[in-house]
């Protein structure tokens, strides 16, 4: 496969990574922002603890995934992103912290301060990461002031306080609000009676939220936000170098894919049509349909935002000639190539494996259940 190709393939794998990361590790966090509102006593959290506690370790694979990937694809956008967002990189790990020790430990002890304290860790762990990653890529979508010297070594100026801009935090809302959506259908399908009645309702209302800020970031984008265009003539086949190039800011730039790519209008459209679905079908309590219309909306979500950007993976509003896009942020054609290697075999390992284990622990996980088995469970 010729380097250009790789090139491209390797933005749509990051891509779909990064959509399995929000489908996967989603319905679990969605879990916990839902956790302290959906289960009234101790007996209903636990059993919305147990429809994902023996499968949330094995989900963390997409976002461990994702991220190798992006550090062995993408070199330079792992360095000057994991430098210009590590503060916020470092919140969601810290967030993140609260999930396996919540898992494991909060039935350990049957004082309700406890329970109810890691309750609210749990809430944490699942609402903030999805927060700040749709931060990140609002700040994307504004451009992060870094700029590259000659020897391309970065140089960031911003500060976390500066990430957290409002169309930024609209952007994170819409984050928030997704994986929320996706995890009230997955609990809608894993749980019954009063439970799976207040889980239908969170559906219904994160559903229609999610359309609303999702729209109105979308009118943000094409209206109030300068895009980037590549001005001089790049050879994609070339060897990357992220100054042979010359950029341009320019207003409504973020909507040229979708005048020059008729396809590209698509994928927003896929998004707000599998968000009105979810509705659709959760006033149907058809959860297995709503489950996979919110996860379509996932990918419509995520594809809006790298269609629009595209090339472009991380735009420099300092330097708009050091922003980084998909053919000159990449490495060797050699590493890209063993690494499709490598995908095409363990990525359907990993999906294979995931479906078996779904399947062999899938059922409906009530609080007779729970009572019943209280020893043995979360």
Known sequence: MDYETLKLVWWLLVGVLLVGFAIMDGHDMGMGVLLPFVGRNDLERRAIINTVAPHWDGNQVWFITAGGAIFAAWPLVYATAFSGFYWAMMAALWALFFRPVGFDYRSKIKHPMWRSTWDWGLFIGGAVPPVIFGVAFGNLLLGVPFRFNDY????????????????????????????????ANYLMMRTEGAIYR??????????????????????????????????S??????LPDPLAKTVEVQAGAWMHNYTQY??????????FAALAASVLFSRLHQAGAAFWSSSVA???IIGTAGVSMFPFVMPSSLDPRSSLTAYDAVSSHLTLGLMLGATVIFMPLIVFYTAWAYKVMWGKVTTEYIAANDKSVY
């Open 198 to 231: 207040r889980v239908r309702t969170a559906s219904l209302i994160f559903a229609v939220l999610t359309i609303a800020i999702f729209a109105l970031a979308g009118v943000w984008v094409a209206t109030g936000i300068e895009g980037y265009v590549i001005t």
């Open 233 to 238: 003539v790049v050879d994609p086949g070339a």
């Open 298 to 300: 996932c990918a419509g």
């Open 152 to 183: 391309l070594m970065s140089t960031y100026t911003g500060s976390f306080w500066e990430l957290l801009n409002p169309f930024a935090l609209l952007a994170g809302v819409v984050s928030l609000a997704m994986i929320t959506t996706q995890g």
């Open 262 to 271: 008729v396809w590209a209008m698509w994928v927003p459209i896929a998004a």
